[in-house]
C-alpha cells in the first residue's frame, strides 16, 4: 500500500510540474507580448520627443539664435529616456534579438529621412557638443585611479582619425575607385563607415563608464549587425537610417573638415571637365 501510494504521490507531482512550466511558459509569452507592445509605445514617443524637438529648432533659428546646450540636454534626457524604457522592456521580457528588436524599434524612424532633416535630430545635433564632451571625458579619465587609464585616454584620441579613413572613401574620385575595383571599394567603404559607428558607440561606453554625459543619446547599429541575407525589412531599415545618423552626426562635429574636402571636390571636377 505503501509502494502505491508513493507512486501516485510522484505521479501527481509530476503533473503539477508540467502543468506549473506550462503556466510559466504562458505567463512568460503573454508578458514577453505585452512588452513589445509597449516597447513600441516608448520608440513611438520617442519619435514623437524627435519630431516635437525639431519643430523648436527651426522656430529658435528662424530668430537667428541656437539652442542653448542647457536646453538642448533636457530634450536630448527625454529622448533617451523613452528608448531606455523600451530597451529596458525588451531586454527582461523578450529573447532581445535584432529582429525582435526592430520590429519595435522601426517605430521611431522619421518618416523621410533627407539630409535637412536628418541634421535637425537630435542625434546628430549632439555633434554641437562633442569636443566639450570629449574635453569633460577626457577631465574625467585623468582626474580616476582606473588602470585602464591610459588607454581610455589614446582612445578618447580616435574618433576624428577614424571618420577622416571614411572621408577618404566618400571622396574618392571615380578614377580611384576604379583603380580598387568597385566592389572592393564599396566593400572597404561600408567597413570604414561601420567603424566610425563601432567607434562612437565605444565612446559613448566610456563615457558612461566614467560618469559623465554620452556623446549620443543612444548606440548606433553597425550594417554588418546581421549579414543582408539574415535582415529583416525592419533591421535592415534600421541599420540604413541608423547609417545615416553617423554622418550627419559627424558631419556636424567635423563641419570645417567635410566642407574643405567638398571645395576641392568641385575644384577638381571643374577642373577636368
Known amino acids: 500500500m505503501g509502494i ?22 504562458e505567463f512568460r509569452t ?5 512588452s513589445v507592445e509597449l516597447a513600441t509605445r516608448f520608440f513611438k514617443e520617442a519619435l514623437e520627443v524627435q519630431t516635437d524637438f525639431r519643430r523648436r529648432l527651426e522656430l529658435i533659428s528662424q530668430n537667428g539664435d541656437e539652442m542653448s546646450e542647457k536646453e538642448f540636454e533636457k530634450w536630448e534626457d527625454y529622448y533617451a529616456n523613452e528608448i531606455s524604457y ?31 532633416e536628418l541634421s535637425n535630430t537630435i542625434e546628430a545635433q549632439a555633434g554641437r557638443f562633442y569636443f566639450s564632451r570629449l574635453s569633460a571625458l577626457r577631465e574625467a579619465i585623468i582626474s580616476s585611479n582606473d588602470p585602464k587609464a591610459e588607454e581610455d585616454l589614446e582612445y578618447a584620441k580616435g574618433f576624428y582619425p577614424t571618420v577622416l579613413r571614411h572621408l577618404d572613401y ?44 554620452t556623446f549620443m543619446a543612444r548606440n548606433l547599429w ?52
Not at 571622396?171 to 575607385?177: F, G, L, Q, V, W
Request: a negative charge; glycine letters at 4%; one cysteine or more.
Open 4 to 25: 502505491e501510494l508513493g507512486v501516485f504521490k510522484e505521479s501527481s507531482s509530476s503533473e503539477e510540474l508540467e502543468a506549473a512550466n506550462k503556466a510559466a511558459q
Open 30 to 34: 503573454e508578458q514577453s507580448t505585452k
Open 170 to 213: 566618400v571622396y574618392m574620385s571615380e578614377d580611384d575607385a576604379r583603380d580598387h575595383g568597385f566592389a572592393e571599394y564599396d566593400q572597404a567603404r561600408t567597413w570604414a563607415h561601420n567603424q566610425v559607428i563601432r567607434y562612437l558607440n565605444g565612446l559613448n561606453d566610456l563615457a558612461t563608464k566614467y560618469h559623465v554625459r
Open 86 to 116: 523600451a530597451e529596458d522592456e525588451l531586454k527582461q521580457w523578450t529573447d532581445y534579438r535584432p529582429e525582435t528588436v526592430a520590429e519595435c524599434k522601426k517605430s521611431m524612424i522619421l518618416p523621410t529621412s533627407n539630409d535637412g
Open 222 to 273: 553597425p550594417s554588418d549587425t546581421r549579414s543582408k541575407k539574415d535582415q529583416t525589412p525592419a533591421i535592415a531599415n534600421m541599420m540604413r537610417y541608423d547609417r545615416d545618423i553617423a554622418g550627419r552626426y559627424y558631419t556636424t562635429v567635423f563641419s570645417a573638415e567635410i566642407e574643405q574636402r567638398e571645395r576641392a571636390q568641385k575644384a577638381k571636377q571643374r577642373l577636368f571637365r
